[in-house]
């Protein structure tokens, strides 16, 4: 796929580095964000939903969570790409990341409430605290601080797996290398370019996590 | 719906063909993935900082850039002068699968080799094993046990990573439910192939639980056997098996 | 106690009657961080010797019974195994460190029992025995599983070879414990507060088997323990440490009836 022979050449870096780096700030990142925020808050919904709903209602959620965690967010995408034509593929990607990452977090919420020692649900039995204020004011923050490292690494997750986007059509990091290589026949420095965004990103954002870890630490009883 | 029926029944032979490639995909990822989880989860561990470097960068090139960057590294770079290596699409996928997932293992094989209470170590000094054996006949096994539903997380992501390779022209089942919409429609075909997935990962997860119960009876933890019969993989706290 | 400065290459020395010692701290020192828990402790244990160590938590005892295992490594110092040095020695006045070779030649004369037992989950109570004999002293299987046997034997467990640790209760594995240890014939046992984690009720089956250890066998033993009685029984010496020193030192008898230091007096009051 190479015109000439050398293996890199930093003329072709630089002409496809604008393009990627590009795609990274507009499609990349907007789409982490945004589906980050639709899984932590659908992810916290069906966490809810499991703990507090009837038997049979909270099996069937279950069930769906499962059913959506363990198949592939490809096949998930391409279903919603087909039956919602109408839709930007943008849009309906970043929705159905955003519910594919919701089930992963899901289960850290659970485990994070879980974790919460029983003597505290006695203390607001024993207070006769109502269930809203025991959730806001006592089980989340607590719940919260050792499910919020395992959400950023989720997060970083889904960041690395914003290019199966490109599955239906949606332009992203190495969907942009691939173009610039078929149209110049010079693949290297366009997907290598791609690759290291995405791990000084990466790089950057797990340092930031596990400073978050260490704060939140600190901050236990 | 009848027809929908016929035309699966016509593209049987090809949909299994796509399950195989989809199950060579992911057994072979796994075991490539297990070898360099265990390999690089070691060498991380050594005292002498090259080697010790060698396996962090490693760990942290597979971990932080993208499972798709690689795939199209290896499908499309290597074949290039200075490389020039040549090999059939789905050893590409293999070779991709493996090495970003045995990079997340690696994380998963020293955190639980960690895990293992400093008793153990110590006993062990007080015995005088030399490091090798101590590793293989104390720590490991225990390790063992702790890590197995992190990689049970690990094995059901690259089955689901494996749906991505139909771009590198493997025709795999994802590639194969690509055909079947066109002969019948995106609900039934897209439909049919999330069972089938679900399927393959529920049997796997299966697998993984059963091993699990086997290494802790072997620690003398019970659990019983009726326990490994859950769909839900244990999930890890720290995320261990995923990112960062 | 004086000893001759260690300036030779091997770094043996002697004491002044001729006989090297078993264990010998020089001038050791040993900080975990800023925590500074031994500080140029000078002590001896001649061969045979039952030393026990009394004293509050922190006083340092435990960390010397590490420091022999080579669990820990002092900062400044030196410890001598029969006369050679166990993990540093002298030079032309500098403290070299001995190689990775030397030390694991060392460590195979001292054995350790623990609190927490530390028993093998992924081994039966027999593996768990031989295990050492066979991988590091180099005993034929055949010859491991008799030295076990008779072991499991000594320490009243004969029935349980095949059993888990998971399987026995606290005061059997910690037997088990004694058994592995011995079963690689060390020339030190050190017991690190070995009935502490036992419920009360078998403390005593532990004790008797270490009793008869010490009365059956010539082997060193280096005791930490709050069991006063049995201190009593076994010990020929009893140091009372505080805050990394020895703050008295003496015959059972005497220590324990007629202690000579308040410091001692205090702690013996509390505890006994």
Do not use: C
Not at chain 1, 56 to 76: D, E, G, K, S, Y
Not at chain 1, 97 to 120: F, K, L, N, S, W
């Amino acid at each position: 796929m190479n015109d000439d022979n050398s293996f890199w050449s930093w003329d072709h870096a630089i002409a496809a580095f604008p393009d990627i780096l590009e795609k990274f700030l507009t499609v990349t990142l907007v789409v982490t964000i945004i589906g980050s925020i639709i899984a932590a808050i659908l992810g916290l919904v069906i966490a809810l939903g499991r703990r507090t709903a009837p038997r049979p209602v909270a099996a069937v959620i279950t069930l769906l969570m499962n059913f959506v965690r363990m198949t592939p967010l490809v096949v998930q995408l391409l279903f919603a790409y087909y039956v919602f034509t109408t839709v930007p593929p943008i849009v309906l990607g970043t929705i159905i990341i955003g519910i594919h990452y919701a089930t992963y977090m899901a289960e850290v919420y659970r485990a994070g409430i879980d974790a919460v020692p029983p003597g505290q649900w006695e203390a607001t039995t024993a207070l006769s605290m109502s269930p809203g204020r025991t959730w806001t004011a006592v089980i989340i923050p607590q719940a919260l601080r050792s499910t919020l490292p395992a959400l950023a690494n989720y997060v970083i997750s889904m960041f690395k797996d914003t290019p199966f986007l490109m599955v239906i059509t949606v332009v992203e990091m190495v969907r942009q290398a691939q173009l610039y290589g078929s149209k110049n026949f010079r693949f290297v420095e366009a997907i290598i370019i791609a690759g290291l965004i995405y791990l000084v990103a990466s790089l950057l954002s797990s340092l930031l996590a596990r400073r978050l870890e260490k704060r939140l630490e600190y901050t236990t009883a | 719906m009848t027809e929908n029926f016929e035309a699966l029944w016509r593209a049987l032979p090809q949909l299994v063909d796509g399950v195989l490639i989809t199950l060579q995909l992911t057994a072979g990822g796994a075991l490539l993935a297990i070898v360099v989880a265990i390999g690089l989860g070691l060498l991380a561990r050594f005292e002498n900082v090259f080697l010790r470097g060698i396996a962090r960068t490693i760990i942290e090139l597979f971990r932080g850039t993208s499972l798709l960057v690689q795939l199209f590294f290896f499908f499309f770079v290597l074949p290039l002068p200075p490389f020039e290596i040549e090999m059939p699409a789905v050893f590409t996928g293999i070779l991709a699968l493996g090495l970003n997932y045995g990079a997340y293992g690696a994380e998963v094989v020293r955190g639980s080799i960690n895990s293992v209470p400093a008793g153990q170590w110590e006993a062990t000094t007080a015995l005088s094993l030399s490091r090798t054996h101590r590793m293989w006949r104390v720590i490991f096994p225990q390790a063992w046990a702790l890590m197995l539903p992190s990689l049970n997380n690990l094995l059901i992501q690259l089955l689901k990573g494996t749906a991505v390779v139909y771009l590198i022209t493997i025709v795999d089942l994802t590639a194969e439910l690509n055909k079947l919409r066109v002969q019948t429609d995106v609900y039934f075909a897209y439909g049919l192939g999330l069972l089938i997935y679900f399927a393959i990962a529920y049997l796997l997860t299966l697998g993984m639980n059963a091993l699990e119960t086997r290494a802790k009876h072997r620690l003398g933890q019970g659990g019983k056997w009726r326990d490994s019969i859950t769909t839900t993989p244990v999930p890890d706290m720290k995320g261990a098996g995923q990112a960062a | 106690m004086n000893t001759p400065p260690l300036d030779t290459h091997t770094g043996a020395i002697t004491l002044d009657d001729g006989e090297m010692p078993a264990i010998l701290f020089d001038k050791v020192e040993k900080r975990f961080g800023d925590h500074v828990v031994l500080h140029d402790l000078d002590f001896t244990v001649r061969r045979g010797d039952r030393v026990t160590l009394i004293g509050p938590s922190g006083s340092g005892k435990t960390t010397i019974l590490r420091l022999v295992m080579t669990l820990e490594e002092a900062n400044d110092g030196y410890i001598l195994i029969d006369g050679k040095p166990l993990t540093h020695y002298s030079r032309d006045g500098k403290r070299v460190e001995l190689k990775e070779k030397h030390k694991n030649e060392m460590r195979k004369r001292i054995g350790m029992v623990f609190q927490q037992f530390n028993l093998f989950p992924n081994m039966t109570v027999i593996e768990n025995i031989i295990e050492a004999p066979v991988h590091v002293l180099g005993l034929s299987k055949k010859d491991a599983l008799a030295r076990g046997r008779a072991l499991l034997e000594k320490v009243g467990l004969p029935d349980k070879e095949n059993a888990h640790p998971t399987q026995l209760s606290g005061g059997q594995q910690q037997r088990v414990a004694i058994a592995r240890a011995l079963a690689m014939e060390p020339e030190i046992l050190l017991l690190d507060e070995v009935t502490s984690a036992l419920d009360p009720e078998v403390v005593g089956e532990v004790l008797n088997i270490l009793r008869d250890v010490a009365r059956e066998t010539d082997v060193t033993m280096l005791i930490v323990t709050h069991e006063m009685q049995f201190a009593r029984d076994v010990s020929n010496r009893v140091l009372m440490f505080d805050s990394g020193r020895i703050v008295e030192e003496g015959k059972p008898e005497d220590i324990f009836s007629n202690p000579q230091e308040q410091r001692t007096r205090d702690f013996l009051s509390a505890v006994l």
